[in-house]
């Protein structure tokens, strides 16, 4: 079954610093990785996706992510954080080769202090 | 406008006292799930329904239910909740239950059982 690993549990900003949050998950196939966020009090929200094209994917909120296959990664990055963006982000794959299920990481919390 | 709503939003009850998590979404959505959210865990998928009285096991099924007799509904049953059931929960549907179609969730339901 597909894992996910998130590298980093709890990460705090300054406003306008740059943001990098870690994703890296096991299988080898087909990849279609996403990111959630989630947040203070509220329910999950596609930040972005990736299924294929463009490594370099940009979402919701001034957010992207690049897919590097060598290296079973997408890392989320935002160049200027803000306070807004104080959230729980979380990677999610595909349990398996054609699942529907999601598999998702254990969550990065991010404070971003103003 | 097309969401996922969840009943109650907060709940409280005592061990082995049955209850039911209501679930509903209003956008013709053939695939359904619910997931349990715990700190340091992430999201863990409980069942997943592909369609009317179809349903499967998630990762984490044991203790709990479901059904899915009509498409806009599906709820979540614990018929004899424990205190390891204290936790987070969200409904989440999709159009067709495919890898590439985004999940919508719903706003999650705080369970403690005491």
């Known amino acids: 079954a597909q894992s996910v690993s998130q590298h980093n549990h709890h990460v705090i900003l300054s406003e306008a610093a740059s943001l990098e949050l870690g994703c890296n998950y096991s299988?080898?196939?087909?990849?279609?990785l996403f990111w959630y966020v989630q947040y203070p009090g509220q329910h999950l929200q596609l930040l972005l996706k990736y299924f294929s094209g463009d490594p370099l994917v940009k979402g919701i909120k001034g957010f992207e992510a690049e897919f590097i296959k060598s290296k079973f990664s997408f890392n989320l990055r935002k160049p200027s954080v803000q306070w807004s963006d104080t959230a729980e982000y979380f990677c999610?794959?595909?349990?398996?080769?054609?699942?529907?299920?999601?598999?998702f990481g254990k969550g990065t919390k991010l404070s971003v202090i103003p | 406008e097309a969401q996922v709503t969840q009943n109650p939003r907060y709940l409280i009850t005592v061990t082995g006292k049955k209850l039911t998590v209501t679930c509903s979404q209003n956008?013709?959505?053939?695939?359904m799930s619910w997931y349990r959210q715990d700190p340091g865990l992430g999201l863990r998928q409980i069942y997943y329904s592909m369609n009317v009285e179809v349903t499967d096991k998630g990762d984490v099924p044991e203790g709990y239910k479901v059904s899915r007799k009509e498409k806009r509904n599906f709820p979540l049953i614990l018929e004899s909740p424990s205190p390891n059931q204290t936790s987070l929960y969200f409904c989440?549907?999709?159009?067709?239950?495919?890898?590439?179609?985004?999940?919508?969730f719903g706003p999650g339901t705080r369970l403690t059982v005491l």
């Open positions: 989440a549907s999709s159009l067709g239950g495919r890898v590439t179609d985004t999940q919508y």
């Open positions: 299988y080898g196939g087909t990849v279609n």
């Open positions: 956008m013709n959505h053939e695939y």
């Open positions: 999610a794959v595909p349990s398996g080769a054609g699942s529907y299920q999601l598999t």
